[in-house]
């Protein structure tokens, strides 16, 4: 089955910092999603995004889907972005589940 | 944005009572939820897959008379724990896939504790 590889698994970062979290992919998708999941446990949405570039705010992100990666850029980081960010993608030939990186732990400090 | 409620969100049991979890999509139809585990700093691990109206399809190594799964209407799936043991202390959690954006949205976690 299709493989989805987070990277790094951990980050820390001072507040206003930049950072870029990868997901790499084995196989070609037709759904790719980025999720936050804050220390309460709640997944959030954040993008849906296949392939092409979107931006919302201070994130943003990019899927090159023939190369199998897709990006997520956290600008000027606050200490409410602090938690696990998990890319999930479906495969082309799969029944609509999603199949997830192990993800990001990313700690801002102040 | 799309919500997904869950209930209840946290609970303690005894060993060997049932616990069910309720997953509603609030705002939209899902005609596809699924219900997912995650254990402590590890990702979420999916358990089965509901589709309104039929019959759940299970993951390799979960056991369907164990967590019995329904979803009688668009809107609501309940998973039900039955006769729960401390191993089946998680985190569970809901998702709706919302067919016409083909995005999935996620309750916000239901923690059960057995004792």
């Known amino acids: 089955g299709i493989q989805v590889e987070q990277s790094p698994p951990d980050l820390i970062l001072q507040e206003g910092a930049n950072s870029t979290l990868r997901c790499n992919f084995s196989?070609?998708?037709?759904?790719l999603q980025w999720f936050h999941q804050n220390p309460w446990g709640q997944l959030i949405n954040l993008f849906y995004?296949?392939?092409?570039?979107k931006q919302n705010g201070r994130l943003s992100a990019t899927t090159v889907a023939t190369e199998r990666y897709s990006l997520l850029y956290i600008s000027s980081s606050q200490t409410t972005d602090s938690g696990v960010y998990f890319c999930?993608?479906?495969?082309?030939?799969?029944?609509?589940?999603?199949?997830w990186g192990a993800g990001t732990k990313l700690i801002i400090k102040p | 944005g799309a919500v997904v409620s869950q209930h209840p969100s946290r609970v303690i049991c005894k060993s060997g009572t049932s616990v069910k979890i309720e997953c509603r999509s609030l705002?939209?139809?899902?005609?596809?939820m699924f219900w997912y585990r995650q254990f402590p700093k590890q990702s979420l691990m999916l358990m089965a897959t509901?589709?309104?109206?039929?019959?759940?399809?299970?993951e390799q190594g979960v056991e369907k008379d164990k967590f019995l799964i329904n979803h009688a209407s668009l809107t609501l799936s309940t998973l039900t724990v039955t006769s729960a043991h401390p191993e089946d202390s998680s985190f569970y959690i809901c998702?709706?896939?919302?067919?016409?954006?083909?995005?999935?949205?996620f309750g916000p976690g239901t923690r059960l504790t057995v004792l």
């Open positions: 999930a993608v479906r495969g082309v030939d799969s029944n609509y589940q999603l199949i």
């Open positions: 705002d939209f139809q899902a005609t596809t």
């Open positions: 998702s709706a896939r919302d067919w016409q954006t083909d995005t999935q949205y």
């Open positions: 196989d070609s998708v037709n759904n």
């Open positions: 995004i296949p392939s092409g570039t």
């Open positions: 509901s589709n309104e109206g039929s019959k759940a399809t299970y």
